[in-house]
Structure formats: structure tokens, C-alpha cells
């Protein structure tokens, strides 16, 4: 891809984030990016395909951030730590009608980058299961394969705008105490002590 290209496509989806998909219009996109909608379109068709290709710039950053963090031969708690505090990050910064514009009026995008994305983390979850449980650290019952599933389905509940309307919820709020119910409930005794000093560590800094 082409740098300036790229570059639009970032700022974009930055725009995206931070004012959500639905209420920017192609003339609202080219404002915020200092550009004419002429230039804007010589690189998109339509606002349809620069929200797919934004969520393709998106994917392909979680992706490598998610891979980037599952090879730094962590243990499997401080893994899952780091990729949780990176997710937080990231929730932090989305604005709240994110998810539904994508699922109301861009579907066919959110549903091919949604299935993506759930290859990613599975892979990534089903791997940390297995060191979890090697190091120690997990319970060495679980089924890996039903934890994990549980683990995606848990990311469509931090997301249910009618379970946690983002007027009484904060998204990052809700994720951290579903990843906390998570650790707890897949940990063994060894890795319960753990976690628990690892918080306190965590909220002491």
C-alpha cells in the first residue's frame, strides 16, 4: 500500500474512533484530514469502502500487537495481563456507537473483519490455555476448546449495548472485570497467588 495512502487510512479510522462511523459524513472525513473530498476519493469509492478498508488497517495492527505480545515468552497470567491492558487501551479511545454503527450499517464489513478477528484471538487464547496449563499456572482439567469459545463469546457480551448501555457502562470497566472473572475461574491455586500479587503490584505503581 502506498504511504499516503496508508496515512489517510490511519487518520481516518482515528477519525472513526473518535466520533463514531455513522455520524461522519464523507465531507465530515475530508474536513478532519485537512484534504479535499476530490483527494479523498481517489483513494476510496464510497464511505462503505473506507470503512472497510480502515477496519482492514485496524485488524491487521490488533493482529500483529496480539501476535507481537503472545511471542515474548511471557508466562501465561502476564500474557494475558499485557493483552488485556493493551485491549483497555484501545477501548478507551473507541467511541461508544463504534460497534453498533459497524454491525447496523456496515455489515458485510463488520462480519468479514469480525471473523478475522476471532481467528486471532482464539489462536492466541488457545495458546495461552496450553502454557497456562503446562507452567502451572491454569488448571490442568481444563478443555481448551470450550474455554476459549467462551472466552470470544464473553467479547460479543462487553459489546451488548442493551446489557451495558454506554451511558451507565464504561466499555474498558466492563472488559477488565469479565478478564478478572476469566483468570479466576480457568487459575489454579498457584496461579490465583500469583495473580493476586501480580494486582497488587499493578495498582501500587
Known sequence: MEEKKRQILEQAEEVFMRLGIKS??????ARNLGISKKTLYQYVSDKNDLVFQTLQINCDYEE????????????????SFEVSKWV???LKRIHPSIHYDLEKY???????FRKAQTNTVYECIE?????????????DDL???????????????????QLFPPTKYDFAEVYLE???YHIRGIASEKGI?????????????
Not at 24 to 29: C, I, P
Not at 127 to 139: A, F, P
Not at 147 to 158: G, H, P
Open 24 to 29: 461522519v459524513t464523507m465531507d465530515d472525513m
Open 64 to 79: 500483529k500487537v496480539i501476535r507481537d505480545i503472545c511471542t515474548r515468552e511471557l508466562n501465561a497470567i502476564d500474557e
Open 88 to 90: 483497555v487501551g484501545q
Open 106 to 112: 456496515h455489515p458485510e464489513a463488520f462480519h468479514h
Open 127 to 139: 495458546g495461552n490455555l496450553r502454557k497456562g496449563m503446562q507452567e502451572g499456572l491454569y488448571r
Open 143 to 161: 478443555n481448551v476448546h470450550v474455554i476459549a469459545t467462551v472466552y470470544l463469546a464473553r467479547m460479543d457480551v462487553v459489546f451488548d449495548g
Open 178 to 180: 469479565t478478564f478478572r
Open 193 to 205: 497467588e500469583y495473580l493476586v500479587e501480580k494486582v497488587k503490584k499493578e495498582t501500587t505503581k
